[in-house]
């Protein structure tokens, strides 16, 4: 050991306690250094630095996008085969628990939470204005090929091939004046009521006397879409209103927003973005959630 006498200081003092300039130790020092050498050689051969428009790429051209594709490329290889056969496959006569349906509802299980879940919810329930895809309330059908065409085509998109329907704006085009917008939504209302007592199956109030003044105005104007009886027609896009399935609710202030302005909700022709056997994965895994026909 050094004596204090033979080590300089580093001329602090406290209390009369002096702070001593030993040498840091040799294997401390070499490996300080070689973690200096490391450090710069990695950043010549990995990408590191970074510029305006990206980074330095490295001398050994590695990227984590590329080691991604690689492994995406590998995994597509691997399944390539049971991908082709679900591509070309009558969806519809896919037998359950079969190698290729148990496959493909896995596989959509994928495709729907990273493209679907966003707007009908992590659990398929959806949320106001997204249907709720777990009961059986269908518009454009429930069914497994109905459900794979919806998925293709979307709806209300501007692809030809999309399902299309378009609400009438009542108020915004001055097609009805607003008493008979009032009446016609309190007889809407009326339709999802089945006491009769001017509460809804929603929840929702309206008045009595508009709801009756209102008959008139919905055969005339609505009736066409919706039915006579307001049972709605699912091929034409138009809900039924006789039960308390409301996409954007079933309130007084909510319904005549939408008798005034119309709803207009657009879902993605997936099938310009997924592969065929990605549409009909996601038709596979939605259509077994419990909803649908």
């Known amino acids: 050991m050094s004596n204090k006498k033979d080590v300089e200081t580093t001329g602090h003092s406290w209390d009369g306690i002096e702070e001593l300039n030993n040498p840091l130790p040799r294997w401390w020092l070499y490996t300080f250094y070689l973690c200096i050498i490391w450090g710069i050689a990695y950043t010549i051969a990995m990408p590191a630095w970074p510029l305006v428009k990206g980074a330095t790429t490295g001398m050994l051209g590695w990227s984590t996008r590329a080691e991604v594709a690689d492994k995406i ?20 006569a896919i037998e359950v628990g079969s190698d290729v349906h148990n496959y493909g509802v896995n596989m959509g299980a994928a495709v729907f939470r990273a493209n679907c879940s966003q707007c009908h919810g992590s659990g398929a329930a ?40 378009e609400m009438p704006k009542f108020g915004a085009d001055e097609l009805l004046t607003e008493e008979e917008i009032d009446q016609a939504v309190a007889f809407a209302m009326s339709l999802s009521d089945p006491e009769g007592d001017g509460t809804n199956l929603v929840g929702g109030t309206y008045d009595l006397d508009l709801a009756a003044a209102g008959a008139e105005v919905f055969e005339v104007n609505c009736a066409s879409c919706h039915g006579e009886d307001g049972t709605g027609d699912i091929y034409q896009g138009a809900p039924n209103l006789t039960d308390a399935i409301w996409l954007y609710g079933g309130d007084h202030d909510t319904v005549y927003e ?36």
């Open 73 to 92: 490329a590998s995994f597509e290889e691997m399944n390539a085969a049971v991908n082709a056969e679900l591509a070309a496959a009558d969806i519809t």
């Open 126 to 165: 959806g949320n106001t204005g997204y249907p709720n895809l777990l009961d059986n309330d269908w518009l454009w059908g429930g069914t497994i090929d109905e459900v794979a065409y919806t998925v293709q085509h979307g709806v209300r998109n501007e692809t030809d091939e999309a399902r299309y329907s």
């Open 258 to 293: 939408t008798v005034y302005y119309a709803r207009f909700g657009v879902m993605p022709a997936w099938g310009q973005r997924l592969s065929q056997a990605e549409v009909n994965a996601a038709a596979l895994y939605v259509h077994q959630l419990g909803g649908g026909q």
